[in-house]
T-cell receptor
């Protein structure tokens, strides 16, 4: 079945440093979604990418979808303490089923 | 709108007991799904539904049943609880009729412990 790998598992940064998490699927995806989960909370939708090679920006966050629609990345510029949490990618297959990666937990030292 | 609501928030069961986790949404979403999240891991899809009367299995369906008699409600039944089912359970809904191809809105979760 479809597998989605996400690296790194943990990332510790100093406030102001950049952060990147990578997502790789074993199969070609229909689209990919990114979510953020704060400790003790529930996943909150950030963005969806649909097109091959698509790049979207949300303020300091940049999301990319690979040309082969099998990988994606989330890059945060100049992290802030409010960025702490776990970032998940969810690969959506042709049948509409979602497969989540195990997430990257970001901690930011002020 | 209340969004996606889940009850109960916390539950402790003994091995072998059964129970139903409730999930409701008031956004008229067609797609609803159940995930479980174990410590330090991502969300694994248990069951999902693309509309009333239609359900299908996800990645980890064993030990769980679902039904979808209305658009609003999607309960998850644990048939005979086992310690391996200790987890946090999230319900999610989406506008899309083609599965999880649109924004998924998650409920607050149910934290289940099976002794």
């Amino acid at each position: 079945g479809q597998q989605v790998m996400q690296i790194p598992q943990y990332q510790h940064v100093q406030e102001g440093e950049d952060f990147t998490t990578y997502c790789n699927s074993s199969t070609t995806l229909s689209n990919i979604q990114w979510y953020k989960q704060r400790p003790g909370g529930h996943p909150v939708f950030l963005i969806q990418l649909v097109k091959s090679g698509e790049v979207k920006k949300q303020k300091r966050l940049t999301f990319q979808f690979g040309e082969a629609k099998k990988n994606s990345s989330l890059h945060i510029t100049a992290t802030q303490t409010t960025d702490v949490g776990t970032y998940f990618c969810a690969g959506i297959g042709n049948a509409g089923k979602s497969t989540f990666g195990d997430g990257t937990t970001l901690t930011v030292k002020p | 709108n209340a969004g996606v609501t889940q009850t109960p928030k916390f539950q402790v069961l003994k091995t072998g007991q059964s129970m139903t986790l409730q999930c409701a949404q008031d956004m008229n979403h067609e797609y609803m799904s159940w995930y479980r999240q174990d410590p330090g891991m991502g969300l694994r899809l248990i069951h999902y539904s693309v509309g009333a009367g239609i359900t299908d299995q996800g990645e980890v369906p064993n030990g769980y049943n679902v039904s979808r008699s209305t658009t609003e409600d999607f309960p998850l039944r644990l048939l005979s609880a086992a310690p391996s089912q200790t987890s946090v359970y999230f319900c999610a809904s989406s506008y899309s009729t083609a599965g999880a191809t649109d924004t998924q809105y998650f409920g607050p979760g149910t934290r289940l412990t099976v002794l």
